[in-house]
Protein backbone atom coordinates (compact mmCIF):
# COMPACT_ATOMS: atom_id res chain seq x y z
CA UNK A 1 0.00 0.00 0.00
CA UNK A 2 1.50 3.24 -1.10
CA UNK A 3 -0.68 5.49 0.78
CA UNK A 4 -0.60 7.52 3.53
CA UNK A 5 -0.28 5.49 6.41
CA UNK A 6 -1.91 6.70 10.07
CA UNK A 7 -1.13 4.46 13.29
CA UNK A 8 -2.72 3.74 15.51
CA UNK A 9 -6.28 3.63 14.30
CA UNK A 10 -7.66 4.48 17.68
CA UNK A 11 -6.26 5.53 20.28
CA UNK A 12 -7.79 6.09 23.65
CA UNK A 13 -6.03 8.19 26.97
CA UNK A 14 -7.11 9.51 30.21
CA UNK A 15 -7.13 13.23 31.23
CA UNK A 16 -3.24 14.08 31.95
CA UNK A 17 -1.59 11.34 29.56
CA UNK A 18 0.17 11.81 26.18
CA UNK A 19 -0.76 11.04 22.82
CA UNK A 20 1.63 10.44 20.17
CA UNK A 21 0.19 9.66 16.53
CA UNK A 22 2.25 8.68 14.01
CA UNK A 23 2.09 9.12 10.23
CA UNK A 24 4.02 8.22 7.08
CA UNK A 25 3.52 10.24 3.72
CA UNK A 26 3.36 8.63 0.62
CA UNK A 27 6.40 7.54 -0.98
CA UNK A 28 8.17 10.21 -2.88
CA UNK A 29 6.04 12.52 -0.87
CA UNK A 30 8.26 15.09 1.22
CA UNK A 31 5.43 17.03 2.34
CA UNK A 32 3.27 16.42 5.31
CA UNK A 33 0.41 18.19 6.95
CA UNK A 34 -1.70 17.65 10.13
CA UNK A 35 -5.38 18.39 10.25
CA UNK A 36 -7.79 17.77 12.95
CA UNK A 37 -11.66 17.03 12.45
CA UNK A 38 -14.21 17.97 15.01
CA UNK A 39 -18.04 16.09 15.11
CA UNK A 40 -19.69 17.66 11.90
CA UNK A 41 -17.24 20.11 11.09
CA UNK A 42 -14.48 20.12 8.49
CA UNK A 43 -10.65 19.59 8.52
CA UNK A 44 -8.71 22.50 10.21
CA UNK A 45 -5.07 22.59 9.46
CA UNK A 46 -2.93 22.34 12.32
CA UNK A 47 0.69 22.39 11.33
CA UNK A 48 2.72 22.05 7.76
CA UNK A 49 6.27 20.29 7.75
CA UNK A 50 8.78 18.67 5.42
CA UNK A 51 11.91 16.72 6.45
CA UNK A 52 13.27 18.53 9.81
CA UNK A 53 12.12 21.65 9.48
CA UNK A 54 8.41 23.24 10.43
CA UNK A 55 6.98 25.51 7.98
CA UNK A 56 3.89 26.39 8.86
CA UNK A 57 2.44 26.13 12.31
CA UNK A 58 -0.46 28.32 12.61
CA UNK A 59 -3.02 26.39 13.19
CA UNK A 60 -1.19 24.52 16.19
CA UNK A 61 -2.34 25.25 19.65
CA UNK A 62 -0.10 27.03 21.50
CA UNK A 63 0.48 24.55 24.17
CA UNK A 64 0.38 20.83 24.51
CA UNK A 65 1.05 19.91 20.63
CA UNK A 66 3.83 19.61 19.12
CA UNK A 67 5.00 18.18 16.03
CA UNK A 68 8.07 16.83 14.13
CA UNK A 69 9.20 15.23 10.97
CA UNK A 70 12.39 13.48 11.46
CA UNK A 71 15.01 13.06 8.40
CA UNK A 72 13.84 9.10 9.45
CA UNK A 73 11.08 8.46 10.34
CA UNK A 74 7.37 9.08 10.19
CA UNK A 75 6.09 12.26 11.11
CA UNK A 76 4.82 12.56 14.74
CA UNK A 77 1.81 14.24 16.49
CA UNK A 78 2.62 15.11 20.11
CA UNK A 79 -0.21 15.96 22.33
CA UNK A 80 0.55 16.53 26.29
CA UNK A 81 -1.68 16.14 28.91
CA UNK A 82 -4.46 15.51 27.04
CA UNK A 83 -7.85 17.14 28.28
CA UNK A 84 -11.46 15.85 26.96
CA UNK A 85 -11.75 18.92 24.27
CA UNK A 86 -9.02 16.94 22.18
CA UNK A 87 -10.87 13.92 21.66
CA UNK A 88 -11.18 14.29 18.06
CA UNK A 89 -10.09 12.58 14.41
CA UNK A 90 -6.06 13.69 13.60
CA UNK A 91 -6.11 13.45 9.80
CA UNK A 92 -2.33 13.45 7.92
CA UNK A 93 -2.11 14.07 4.46
CA UNK A 94 1.43 14.22 1.99
CA UNK A 95 2.03 16.01 -1.22
CA UNK A 96 5.27 15.61 -3.80
CA UNK A 97 8.08 17.98 -3.15
CA UNK A 98 7.96 21.56 -5.34
CA UNK A 99 4.46 21.36 -3.83
CA UNK A 100 2.59 23.97 -5.12
CA UNK A 101 -0.73 23.60 -6.03
CA UNK A 102 -0.55 20.41 -5.53
CA UNK A 103 -3.23 17.80 -4.42
CA UNK A 104 -3.05 16.42 -0.47
CA UNK A 105 -3.69 12.80 0.06
CA UNK A 106 -5.36 11.84 3.09
CA UNK A 107 -4.50 8.96 5.27
CA UNK A 108 -7.43 6.89 7.24
CA UNK A 109 -7.06 8.82 10.68
CA UNK A 110 -6.40 8.13 13.83
CA UNK A 111 -9.21 8.65 16.14
CA UNK A 112 -8.44 9.72 19.30
CA UNK A 113 -11.05 9.21 22.96
CA UNK A 114 -10.24 11.36 25.75
CA UNK A 115 -11.78 9.14 29.08
CA UNK B 1 -15.17 33.51 10.22
CA UNK B 2 -15.82 30.26 8.17
CA UNK B 3 -13.26 31.45 4.97
CA UNK B 4 -15.15 28.26 3.35
CA UNK B 5 -18.75 27.48 3.27
CA UNK B 6 -21.11 24.84 2.32
CA UNK B 7 -24.67 25.76 2.44
CA UNK B 8 -26.05 22.51 2.19
CA UNK B 9 -25.36 20.20 4.56
CA UNK B 10 -26.92 17.13 2.68
CA UNK B 11 -28.30 16.52 -0.91
CA UNK B 12 -30.75 13.48 -2.21
CA UNK B 13 -30.37 13.15 -6.23
CA UNK B 14 -31.91 10.57 -8.08
CA UNK B 15 -29.30 7.81 -9.39
CA UNK B 16 -28.66 8.83 -13.05
CA UNK B 17 -29.10 12.52 -12.40
CA UNK B 18 -26.55 15.36 -12.16
CA UNK B 19 -25.95 16.12 -8.45
CA UNK B 20 -24.36 19.84 -8.09
CA UNK B 21 -22.84 20.52 -4.92
CA UNK B 22 -21.95 24.17 -3.81
CA UNK B 23 -19.01 26.08 -2.31
CA UNK B 24 -17.84 29.70 -1.41
CA UNK B 25 -15.15 31.38 -0.83
CA UNK B 26 -14.25 35.03 1.04
CA UNK B 27 -10.56 34.85 0.87
CA UNK B 28 -9.20 36.33 -2.19
CA UNK B 29 -5.76 34.88 -1.82
CA UNK B 30 -7.00 31.40 -2.41
CA UNK B 31 -5.79 30.31 -6.04
CA UNK B 32 -6.29 26.35 -6.04
CA UNK B 33 -9.49 24.81 -5.23
CA UNK B 34 -10.01 20.90 -4.74
CA UNK B 35 -12.91 18.48 -3.93
CA UNK B 36 -12.80 15.84 -1.80
CA UNK B 37 -14.53 12.43 -1.11
CA UNK B 38 -15.38 10.69 2.34
CA UNK B 39 -16.62 7.90 3.65
CA UNK B 40 -17.12 6.93 7.44
CA UNK B 41 -14.53 5.96 8.96
CA UNK B 42 -11.88 6.66 6.33
CA UNK B 43 -9.40 9.65 5.38
CA UNK B 44 -10.67 12.29 2.51
CA UNK B 45 -10.25 10.99 -1.16
CA UNK B 46 -8.83 13.61 -3.78
CA UNK B 47 -11.28 13.92 -7.14
CA UNK B 48 -10.49 16.56 -8.50
CA UNK B 49 -8.73 20.34 -8.26
CA UNK B 50 -8.72 23.37 -10.36
CA UNK B 51 -6.66 26.26 -10.65
CA UNK B 52 -7.55 29.62 -10.18
CA UNK B 53 -6.56 30.20 -13.66
CA UNK B 54 -8.84 28.15 -15.18
CA UNK B 55 -12.62 27.86 -14.97
CA UNK B 56 -13.78 24.46 -15.34
CA UNK B 57 -11.66 21.26 -15.02
CA UNK B 58 -13.49 17.66 -16.29
CA UNK B 59 -12.22 14.50 -14.98
CA UNK B 60 -14.74 11.53 -16.42
CA UNK B 61 -17.76 12.32 -14.68
CA UNK B 62 -16.38 14.83 -12.20
CA UNK B 63 -16.57 18.52 -13.22
CA UNK B 64 -15.49 21.37 -11.27
CA UNK B 65 -16.60 25.10 -12.01
CA UNK B 66 -14.84 27.67 -10.53
CA UNK B 67 -16.52 31.70 -10.57
CA UNK B 68 -13.97 34.06 -9.32
CA UNK B 69 -15.86 36.98 -9.36
CA UNK B 70 -18.78 35.50 -7.11
CA UNK B 71 -15.95 33.82 -5.36
CA UNK B 72 -17.93 30.63 -6.05
CA UNK B 73 -16.98 26.93 -7.19
CA UNK B 74 -19.26 23.85 -7.87
CA UNK B 75 -18.80 20.44 -8.41
CA UNK B 76 -21.40 18.34 -10.68
CA UNK B 77 -21.20 14.43 -10.93
CA UNK B 78 -23.27 13.13 -13.61
CA UNK B 79 -24.15 10.50 -14.11
CA UNK B 80 -24.50 10.56 -10.19
CA UNK B 81 -24.21 6.44 -9.42
CA UNK B 82 -24.91 4.72 -5.51
CA UNK B 83 -21.59 4.48 -5.21
CA UNK B 84 -21.01 8.48 -5.11
CA UNK B 85 -23.17 8.47 -1.98
CA UNK B 86 -20.37 10.28 0.70
CA UNK B 87 -19.48 13.80 2.19
CA UNK B 88 -17.92 15.94 0.02
CA UNK B 89 -15.50 18.43 1.39
CA UNK B 90 -14.79 21.78 -0.57
CA UNK B 91 -11.09 23.16 0.11
CA UNK B 92 -9.00 25.93 -0.84
CA UNK B 93 -5.58 26.92 -0.64
CA UNK B 94 -2.53 28.81 -1.54
CA UNK B 95 1.02 27.64 -2.90
CA UNK B 96 2.36 24.57 -0.77
CA UNK B 97 0.55 25.35 2.54
CA UNK B 98 -2.64 24.25 4.77
CA UNK B 99 -5.74 24.01 3.04
CA UNK B 100 -8.68 25.36 4.45
CA UNK B 101 -12.09 22.75 4.42
CA UNK B 102 -15.71 23.05 4.38
CA UNK B 103 -17.62 21.48 6.55
CA UNK B 104 -18.83 19.35 3.70
CA UNK B 105 -22.41 18.21 2.10
CA UNK B 106 -23.61 14.59 2.47
CA UNK B 107 -24.70 13.40 -0.86
CA UNK B 108 -27.45 10.61 -0.64
CA UNK B 109 -27.72 9.16 -4.01
CA UNK B 110 -31.22 7.71 -4.26
CA UNK B 111 -32.14 4.35 -6.58
Known amino acids: NAGVMQNPRHLVRRRGQEARLRCSPM?????VYWYRQLPEEGLKFMVYLQKENIIDESGMPKERFSAEFPKEGPSILRIQQVVRGDSAAYFCASSPAGGRNQPQHFGDGTRLSIL | DQQVKQNSPSLSVQEGRISILNCDYTNSMFDYFLWYKKYPAEGPTFLIS?????DKNEDGRFTVFLNKSAKHLSLHIVPSQPGDSAVYFC??????????FGKGTHLIIQP
Open chain 1, 27 to 31: KGHSH
Open chain 2, 50 to 54: ISSIK
Open chain 2, 91 to 100: AAGGGADGLT
